[in-house]
C-alpha cells in the first residue's frame, strides 16, 4: 500500500495563476481532508470529504475548490493564487470520524510558493 | 476553540521526562496525538476516546479527562528521535481541529 500520495511535492507560482493539487489514497477510506501548515504554525482544515461526491468547507476554504468523484482521489484547486495562499498542504485519510476510525494517515505534503 | 496546548516548547536532555497538555473549552469526545518531525508529515501515535482511559505507544502514554476537557500526553525516558512537534487533535465545529502544538527538543 503506498497510502496516502500527493503531487507535486514542490511548486512555485506566480500572483494570479491556478493550479491543482493531487491527493489519491489506496486505502479505501471514506473521509478525505485537506489541511494547510503556515510556517511554525499549526494545521488548519480547508475542506473534507465525506465520500465521493459529498464535499464540505472547513475552517478556511477561502479561495480554493475542492471535488470528490472517487474514493480515492480528493484533488484541491488554487484559483488566482495569492501571496497568503504560500503553505504547504496536506492531504489525511480516514476510514470514518468515529472512534479508532478518525485516525488520520497524512500525506507527504506539498510545498506552494506565491510570488 | 483551537484547544490550547501547553507548553509552547520545551528542551529535554536524553533520558528526561516531559508532559504536554491540551485543554478545550468545548466538551471533547476524543483525542488523538500526533507527532511531526521538521519537514515532514504528521503521523499518528495514539487516540484516547472517552472514559478517562490511558493509552501508551513505546514510552509515551497519554490520559483523557473528559470532565475537564483535558488530555495530556507524557513522554518518559525521552530519546532523540522524540524530537519534534506534537499536536492533540480533538472533532470540532468544522470537523477536525488540531491543537496549537508544543515543540519539543531532546538534546543529547
Known amino acids: 500500500n503506498a497510502g496516502v500520495t500527493q503531487t507535486p511535492k514542490f511548486r512555485i507560482l506566480k500572483i494570479g495563476q491556478s493550479m491543482t493539487l493531487q491527493c489519491t489514497q489506496d486505502m479505501n477510506h471514506n473521509y478525505m481532508y485537506w489541511y494547510r501548515q503556515d510556517p511554525g504554525m499549526g494545521l488548519k482544515l480547508i475542506y473534507y470529504?465525506?465520500?465521493?461526491?459529498?464535499?464540505d468547507k472547513g475552517e478556511v476554504p477561502n479561495g480554493y475548490n475542492v471535488s470528490r468523484s472517487t474514493t480515492e482521489d480528493f484533488p484541491l484547486r488554487l484559483e488566482l493564487a495569492a501571496p497568503s495562499q504560500t503553505s504547504v498542504y496536506f492531504c489525511?485519510?480516514?476510514?470514518?470520524?468515529?472512534?479508532?476510525?478518525?485516525?488520520?494517515?497524512f500525506g507527504p505534503g506539498t510545498r506552494l510558493l506565491v510570488l | 476553540q483551537q484547544p490550547v496546548q501547553s507548553p509552547q516548547a520545551v528542551i529535554l536532555r536524553e533520558g528526561e521526562d516531559a508532559v504536554i497538555n491540551c485543554s478545550s473549552s468545548k466538551a471533547l469526545y476524543s483525542v488523538h496525538w500526533y507527532r511531526q518531525k521538521h519537514g515532514e508529515a504528521p503521523v499518528f501515535l495514539m487516540i484516547l476516546l472517552k472514559g478517562g482511559e490511558q493509552k501508551g505507544h513505546e514510552k509515551i502514554s497519554a490520559s483523557f479527562n473528559e470532565k475537564k476537557q483535558q488530555s495530556s500526553l507524557y513522554l518518559t525516558a525521552s530519546q532523540l528521535s522524540y524530537s519534534g512537534t506534537y499536536f492533540c487533535g480533538t472533532p470540532g465545529t468544522y470537523k477536525y481541529i488540531f491543537g496549537t502544538g508544543t515543540r519539543l527538543k531532546v538534546l543529547a
Open positions: 470529504s465525506v465520500g465521493a461526491g459529498i464535499t
Open positions: 489525511a485519510s480516514s476510514y470514518s470520524d468515529r472512534a479508532a476510525g478518525e485516525t488520520q494517515y
